[in-house]
């Protein structure tokens, strides 16, 4: 069965350093989303593409945080300088597009730990 | 005031029991309403989606939406060892995949 990869699946930095993500979703999904989930509370939306356009990033911290979907496909999320309170799970989702009734796929996501 | 209140429990039950898990929310403009369950170290996995109000059935599992009193239920019968996981719920205006927002989750063991 097809799956949303992500790498690393954790990732250990220190206060101040920049920190990269990636996404490669299931193949032939043109919309691709970037979830924050905090321990103990609900992913939170990031950042949504459609294709390699950002559709709505109104949540994502722009000061520190960017992504990018350059061809359409695969996608990284950037923050730089890491801050303690970044500390989280990132998760990358993926639908074939935003009809009412398609499905989202999550990744496995990427636990972040900043000390 | 969170749009999306949900227990945290933790819930524990013994194996076979019947598993009642609830959200309330305060937006009445929802229209779509999705239960995601999320093993640990995992990300979430779709279980059931519901457009409005109603029931919908899926072996095991009931999902109920009543709009009326904006509140929503999973329901898990006969549950299962395996179901011991994190049940998140979501909800959205505008598809199962715009702009969802999501419970803070229910941490469900069932011991065996």
């Known amino acids: 069965e097809a799956e949303v990869a992500q790498s690393p699946r954790y990732k250990i930095t220190e206060k101040s350093q920049a920190v990269a993500f990636w996404c490669d979703p299931i193949?032939?999904?043109?919309?691709l989303y970037w979830y924050r989930q905090i321990l103990g509370q609900g992913p939170e939306l990031l950042v949504q593409?459609?294709?390699?356009?950002?559709?709505?990033d109104s949540q994502l911290p722009k000061d520190r945080f960017s992504a990018e979907r350059l061809k359409g496909v695969d996608s990284t999320l950037k923050i730089q300088p890491a801050e303690l309170g970044d500390s989280a799970m990132y998760l990358c989702?993926?639908?074939?597009?935003?009809?009412?009734?398609?499905?989202?796929?999550f990744g496995s996501g990427t636990q972040l730990s900043v000390l | 005031q969170k749009e999306v209140e949900q227990d945290p429990g933790p819930l524990s039950v013994p194996e076979g029991a019947i598993v009642s898990l609830n959200c309330t929310y305060s937006n009445s403009a929802f229209q779509y309403f999705m239960w995601y369950r999320q093993y640990s170290r995992k990300g979430p996995e779709l279980l059931m989606y519901t457009y409005s109000s109603g029931n919908k059935e899926d072996g095991r599992f009931t999902a109920q939406v009543d709009k009326s009193s904006k509140y929503i239920s999973l329901f898990i019968r006969d549950s299962q060892p395996s179901d011991s996981a994190t049940y998140l719920c979501?909800?959205?205006?505008?598809?199962?995949?715009?702009?969802?927002?999501f419970g803070t989750g229910t941490l469900l063991a069932v011991q065996p």
């Open positions: 593409f459609q294709d390699e356009s950002v559709v709505d």
């Open positions: 989702a993926s639908s074939i597009g935003t009809a009412s009734n398609e499905k989202l796929f």
């Open positions: 193949s032939g999904h043109a919309t």
């Open positions: 979501a909800m959205s205006l505008g598809g199962a995949t715009n702009k969802l927002i």
